[in-house]
T-cell receptor
């Protein structure tokens, strides 16, 4: 398996523009997580899905952020309109319930580095 | 991927020595804990996890200890190698919800 795939790897956009980040989870995983990592706040969970259904979106900063998972192999995180303070690395992770070693073994993608100018 | 901030606590160890990385968690209701390793330019990588009904769990060269009384988690790495140099995060969760990550510790392995 290629692991969790994220695109684009780097995104530079101007304030006010719409940004869409994409994620393809590992096949067979039924949980998908979106995280944001910044120097100031560290790694934060934004939202996660189980079987394509959003379970907890309490980490989504505000209404400018939205996430969808139309099917088991694809998810998007959209920011509209983007602001400079949204600059961060955004990670997608997927997992499945492991009956032996733990509840979740999350596998992270390489991240998308977003810069909003 | 980008590791967190300029002011991460740093642990420097000699190659071959054992490393102990500590983490204090905040929620006494947390029942599941994970350690991650993040190398420069990459996403976090799962190392080992532990449920709250255990106080110790061992993996390959790594051991996680959980002390629920003082809400403390530690990661022990045996015979530390240069490839272990990275930022290490602990994360706590309440049955798979509300994952909260610690700020991270940078491990530097000296030759």
């Amino acid at each position: 398996d290629a692991g969790v795939i994220q695109s684009p790897r780097h995104e530079v956009t101007e304030m006010g523009q719409e940004v869409t980040l994409r994620c393809k989870p590992i096949s067979g995983h039924d949980y998908l997580f979106w995280y944001r990592q910044t120097m100031m706040r560290g790694l934060e969970l934004l939202i996660y899905f189980n079987n394509n259904v959003p379970i907890d979106d309490s980490g989504m900063p505000e209404d400018r952020f939205s996430a969808k998972m139309p099917n088991a192999s694809f998810s998007t995180l959209k920011i509209q309109p983007s602001e400079p303070r949204d600059s961060a690395v955004y990670f997608c992770a997927s997992s499945w319930k492991s009956g032996t070693s733990g509840i979740y073994e999350q596998y992270f993608g390489p991240g998308t580095r977003l810069t909003v100018t | 991927g980008e590791s967190v901030g300029l002011h991460l606590p740093t642990l420097s160890v000699q190659e071959g020595d054992n490393s102990i990385i500590n983490c204090a968690y905040s929620n006494s209701a947390s029942d599941y804990f994970i350690w991650y390793k993040q190398e420069s330019g990459k996403g976090p990588q799962f190392i080992i996890d532990i449920r709250s009904n255990m106080d110790k769990r061992q993996g390959q060269r790594v051991t996680v200890l959980l002390n629920k009384t003082v809400k403390h988690l530690s990661l022990q790495i045996a015979a530390t190698q240069p490839g272990d140099s990275a930022v290490y995060f602990c994360a706590e969760s309440n049955y798979g919800q509300n994952f909260v990550f610690g700020p991270g510790t940078r491990l530097s392995v000296l030759p």
